[in-house]
């Protein structure tokens, strides 16, 4: 199973910009989708940005469009996300996924089909 690490996490302020990259220990193109997902404290985990590597297609939850850009570097094996005008309801643990089962799509959870990486913790203060 494909192993993931985050990393580019940490403290900003809001209108402030951080980008999160995530290592893949397997070819990137193993898997049928790539993306990142976030979970605020005392909140579900959810979708923030994905990104289906056979076609390219990218999904952005409502919250984020327009500010967030993910993107594969297959050279490199990573996949990054580009967070711009950060705002405080950002804040939360970021999480790297790749869903393997053919047919997934966001922003559902890729359940046991899916690998995680151990999470970058963002912080954004007002």
């Known amino acids: 199973q494909v192993q993931l690490v985050e990393s580019g996490g940490g403290s900003v302020q809001a209108g402030e910009s951080l980008r999160l990259s995530c290592s893949a220990s397997?070819?990137?193109?193993?898997?049928?989708?790539l993306g990142w997902f976030r979970q605020a404290p005392g909140k579900e985990r959810e979708a923030a940005a994905g990104?289906?590597?056979?076609?390219?297609?990218?999904y952005y939850d409502d919250s984020v469009k327009g500010r967030f850009t993910i993107s594969i570097d297959y050279s490199k094996n990573t996949v990054d996300l580009q967070m711009n005008n950060l705002k405080p309801e950002d804040t939360g643990m970021y999480y790297c996924?790749?869903?393997?089962?053919?047919?997934?799509?966001?922003?559902?959870?890729?359940?046991?089909?899916?690998?995680w990486g151990q999470g970058t913790q963002v912080t954004v203060s007002s």
């Open positions: 397997k070819f990137t193109r193993s898997a049928f989708a």
């Open positions: 990104i289906y590597t056979g076609g390219g297609q990218t």
């Open positions: 996924v790749a869903a393997t089962a053919s047919g997934y799509t966001f922003p559902d959870l890729p359940g046991r089909m899916g690998a």
